[in-house]
């Protein structure tokens, strides 16, 4: 856990949430937010990036999200498998929109983005 005090460590992690064991799904999300923690402890500045798991609704009641002016949308193609789906055409595009939120949790700037 050496490095220059300061630094900006932004952690990316499809399990990011175990700062409250309701979103804790498995090893890795405690991982994550105990290193994170620890960086923020010795001086970094510490982003974790994780999804927020359809649980928008609840991250905001419990964490006073701050909802971020960054967006992304994108087209995402889709291949239906044909035999479980014969009647539908052999691509589909799928128009996403990935917005971002923001909680600062022990010194660390949680950030959760959510699909429309």
């Not at 991250?59 to 006073?64: C, D, H, K, W």
């Not at 589909?92 to 983005?113: A, I, K, M």
């Amino acid at each position: 856990m050496r490095g220059i005090p300061g630094t900006h460590i932004i952690a990316f992690s499809f399990e990011g949430g175990g700062s409250d064991n309701r979103l804790t799904h498995g090893g890795l999300s405690p991982l994550v937010w105990n290193l994170c923690r620890e960086y923020a402890a010795r001086g970094h500045r510490v982003s974790p990036v994780t999804p927020a798991h359809a649980r928008l609704d609840a991250l905001r009641e419990r964490f006073g999200l701050e909802e971020l002016h960054y967006r992304a949308t994108d087209t995402v193609p889709l291949v239906p498998e044909p035999k479980v789906w014969p009647r539908e055409p052999q691509r589909v595009n799928l128009r996403l929109t990935t917005g971002t939120y923001r909680t600062r949790l022990e010194g660390v700037d949680v950030h959760f983005l959510s699909g429309a």
